[in-house]
């Protein structure tokens, strides 16, 4: 089992900058490829980003790539969304999942285990 809990959501203007923070417990967090999703009011949940055991490879949905990064500390057992130009379209609770996966992918079913979400809102 791998326990994760997400944190560093808020209220941010339009055009300003958030970081979130997931950290994870349990099983050996290197072993684990992590991912960021989101789910809006009334949408399904939608992939953000991922980043490989190692941190050398990351893949970003179109619509957040040139504003967010994403990236690991393994020796701290937490993943990172850097969040910047944020717009009110970002506005979601966002998921951090973690799995062993080969491949980078968007497909939130190769993720074993999820955290409970972190609520980001933007005002414009």
């Known amino acids: 089992q791998v326990q994760l809990v997400e944190s560093g959501g808020g209220l941010v203007q339009a055009g300003g900058s958030l970081r979130l923070s997931c950290a994870a417990s349990?099983?050996?967090?290197?072993?684990?490829?992590m991912g960021w999703f989101r789910q809006a009011p009334g949408k399904e949940r939608e992939f953000v980003a991922a980043?490989?055991?190692?941190?050398?490879?990351?893949y970003y949905a179109d619509s957040v790539k040139g504003r967010f990064t994403i990236s690991r500390d393994n020796a701290k057992n937490t993943v990172y969304l850097q969040m910047n130009s944020l717009k009110p379209g970002d506005t979601a609770v966002y998921y951090c999942?973690?799995?062993?996966?080969?491949?980078?992918?968007?497909?939130?079913?190769?993720?074993?285990?999820w955290g409970q979400g972190t609520q980001v809102t933007v005002s414009s």
């Open positions: 999942a973690a799995g062993r996966l080969l491949v980078l992918t968007a497909n939130e079913g190769a993720y074993d285990y």
């Open positions: 349990g099983r050996t967090f290197s072993n684990y490829a």
């Open positions: 980043i490989s055991w190692s941190g050398d490879w990351t």
